[in-house]
Nanobody
Framework: QVQLVESGGGLVQAGGSLRLSCAASGRTFSGYAMGWFRQAPGKEREFVAAISWSGTTTYYTDSVKGRFTISRDNAKNTVYLQMNSLKPEDTAVYYC??????????????WGQGTQVTVSS
């Protein structure tokens, strides 16, 4: 059974940092792109960042460029999201997901349960 488990969320003051992790189990995802999404209260889920299977290609939504960094360790079947200079508007539940291909894609097949990130002003 495929399982994605996010961790690393929490409460942080504006300007602070958090590092999210997403550990995959049940199968290896080294051949697939992975992504992070978030959903704030009352809003739709939105794309945050994605990384290709090799880690050589990344893509970010404009609002997090220069502040967030996505990375992966295929040996550990884990993807990370380093979040710096956090803002209150980054407050959301963050989800990781596995794409259907190795390249960056808009289609994701597996999703985690999410981890809460709260940024206080």
């Amino acid at each position: 059974q495929v399982q994605l488990v996010e961790s690393g969320g929490g409460l942080v003051q504006a300007g602070g940092s958090l590092r999210l992790s997403c550990a995959a189990s049940g199968r290896t995802f080294s051949g697939y792109a992975m992504g992070w999404f978030r959903q704030a209260p009352g809003k739709e889920r939105e794309f945050v960042a994605a990384i290709s299977w090799s880690g050589t290609t990344t893509y970010y939504t404009d609002s997090v460029k220069g502040r967030f960094t996505i990375s992966r360790d295929n040996a550990k079947n884990t993807v990370y999201l380093q979040m710096n200079s956090l803002k209150p508007e980054d407050t959301a539940v963050y989800y990781c997901a596995v794409a259907t291909t190795g390249r960056l894609s808009n289609e994701y097949a597996y999703w985690g349960q999410g981890t809460q990130v709260t940024v206080s002003s």
